[in-house]
């Protein structure tokens, strides 16, 4: 169902479209934001000019967009994409019960609004979704999850429903909660679990064709000698979650997707619990593996390894962090095949106040990682195959992001603003309630949703600040 402006309620005939896979286009003077992250690498770092600097951040006018449910997940932005009539630049969301509305980046208005048809069976009850909606190469399409557990394809202009794909055959225990990718002509999503880790589930990485939505490969995470998506019951073996806020991290150098699975077995042929793990570009196979030593602890203890997805850096490093409050750092090009080794890291630091990691780290330059926690926020320079400390502080957030030279960290009473290579801070923008929002930058404008998909609300609000 689509909700035009004005609450005109339109019937929609699902249909095929094709859409291009090419490279990403933009009108000249702006800037797309088209997915979590910003690039299929995750990296955090957004455009090197915003129109927003250290000296009129602090000056940023706010606008609280009232929204049908709460944003616990990232906005994307278009620049200059046609919807209606008009050509215009336009965020879009998905609402924790599977709504996605396209609202201008100029006034604050609701262009349209996709309705799930099985919306009002899961509303308001704990099923929910947190997954970041990304767009196509093409600018015509994004693509969207929802609690029913299916993909729909919607078009930028008017958000009619192209087509719209189940990659779980059990949407009331399998939850589309990481956010969506797209690398080498496939749309990438995964599945995890509900909040109280109740089985059965699985972790699932599920690629398909964007002109159909056609299933094209699924590897799953536990029994990955079976290349189709099962009922979660079928398996034996249950958890192992793929539910970072990054979801699928792609290696830019390999196309390689990278992964973070949550607490379940592991026996290093068939089940993958608590470990990073490198497939191939089409999630046909398993490349490679890292799993920490006492997995089997991180499972018993409910401490995820999966609570963060792997960070690439330059040279083939990654960081990966956890629920245990630790920071590996990982050598990709060392790590073995597919075997029953454990361990490998290079080194471990203490994430920020050595509590949980819930965010993705961002990457500047290559070299640099910004991390925070509810502890606190601090950052590192990978210098000679090592992490050097560089600052820190008590300010407490969700997944930084860097753009036109300054870095953003949404917490609790606001989003910071500090000079990345210092620390200092620079400006807060006034928000509401943060769970796992993370803030986008583009075209002199910054926005950021509020609220926690787990208080069950079906309103909410998204802040955008302009200059």
């Given amino acids: 169902m689509i909700r035009l402006a004005g609450g005109v309620v339109a019937t929609v005939i699902f249909a095929t479209a094709g859409a291009s896979a090419g490279t990403m286009r933009t009108r000249a003077g702006g800037t797309d934001w088209t997915r979590f992250g910003y690039d299929a690498a995750r990296h955090d770092v957004g455009p090197a000019s915003t129109g927003i600097t250290s000296a009129n951040v602090g000056r940023l006018r706010r606008q609280a967009v009232a929204l049908d449910g709460a944003v616990d997940s990232s906005a994307i932005y278009l620049h200059g994409v046609k919807v209606g009539a008009a050509a215009r630049d336009v965020f879009f969301v998905t609402t924790t019960y599977g709504k996605t509305e396209a609202i201008d980046a100029a006034s604050g208005a609701v262009l349209w609004r996709y309705t799930p048809p099985d919306y009002a069976s899961y509303a308001g009850s704990a099923r929910i979704t947190n997954m970041t909606p990304v767009a196509d190469p093409s600018r015509a399409a994004i693509y969207a999850g929802a609690p029913d557990g299916r993909i729909t394809k919607l078009a930028v202009a008017s958000g009619k429903p192209l087509w719209s794909t189940s990659i779980t055959r059990d949407p009331t225990h399998e939850k589309l909660t990481s956010s969506l990718n797209f690398s080498r002509g496939l749309v990438i999503a995964s599945t995890g679990g509900y909040i109280g880790d109740a089985p059965p589930y699985q972790g699932h990485v599920v690629t398909l064709n964007p002109s159909t939505g056609r299933i094209v490969t699924v590897w799953n995470s536990l029994c990955s000698n079976r290349s189709a998506i099962m009922a979660p019951s079928s398996c034996g073996a249950n958890k192992s979650a793929i539910w970072a806020r990054s979801g699928v991290v792609v290696d830019p150098?390999?196309?390689?997707?990278?992964?973070?699975?949550?607490?379940?077995?592991?026996?290093?042929?068939?089940?993958?619990?608590?470990?990073?793990?490198?497939?191939?570009?089409?999630?046909?196979?398993?490349?490679?593996?890292?799993?920490?030593?006492?997995?089997?602890?991180?499972?018993?203890?409910?401490?995820?390894?999966?609570?963060?997805?792997?960070?690439?850096?330059?040279?083939?490093?990654?960081?990966?962090?956890?629920?245990?409050?630790?920071?590996?750092?990982l050598s990709i090009h060392r790590l073995p095949g597919v075997n029953a080794r454990l361990g490998g890291e290079l080194q471990t630091v203490a994430t920020p106040g050595g509590v949980d990691l819930f965010s993705a780290p961002a990457v500047w330059r290559g070299a640099w990682v910004f991390v925070?926690?509810?502890?606190?926020?601090?950052?590192?320079?990978?210098?000679?195959?090592?992490?050097?400390?560089?600052?820190?502080?008590?300010?407490?957030?969700?997944?930084?992001?860097?753009?036109?030279?300054?870095?953003?960290?949404?917490?609790?009473?606001?989003?910071?603003?500090?000079?990345?290579?210092?620390?200092?801070?620079?400006?807060?923008?006034?928000?509401?309630?943060?769970?796992?929002?993370?803030?986008?930058?583009?075209?002199?404008?910054?926005?950021?949703?509020?609220?926690?998909?787990?208080?069950h609300a079906t309103s909410g609000v998204l802040d955008i600040y302009r200059r």
């Fill in 372 to 455: 925070s926690t509810n502890g606190g926020t601090a950052a590192w320079t990978l210098r000679g195959g090592r992490l050097h400390a560089a600052w820190s502080n008590g300010n407490g957030g969700t997944s930084p992001v860097v753009a036109g030279g300054l870095l953003y960290v949404a917490g609790s009473g606001g989003v910071n603003v500090y000079v990345p290579s210092s620390g200092r801070h620079v400006a807060t923008l006034p928000v509401g309630p943060i769970h796992w929002q993370s803030p986008v930058v583009a075209d002199g404008r910054v926005a950021v949703g509020e609220g926690n998909a787990n208080e």
């Fill in 253 to 329: 150098q390999t196309g390689d997707l990278l992964i973070a699975t949550g607490n379940g077995p592991w026996n290093g042929r068939t089940n993958w619990g608590d470990s990073m793990l490198v497939l191939s570009p089409n999630a046909a196979r398993l490349v490679k593996h890292w799993t920490p030593v006492n997995q089997a602890q991180l499972d018993s203890t409910d401490a995820d390894l999966g609570s963060s997805a792997p960070a690439l850096l330059a040279g083939g490093y990654a960081v990966q962090g956890g629920k245990d409050g630790k920071l590996r750092l």
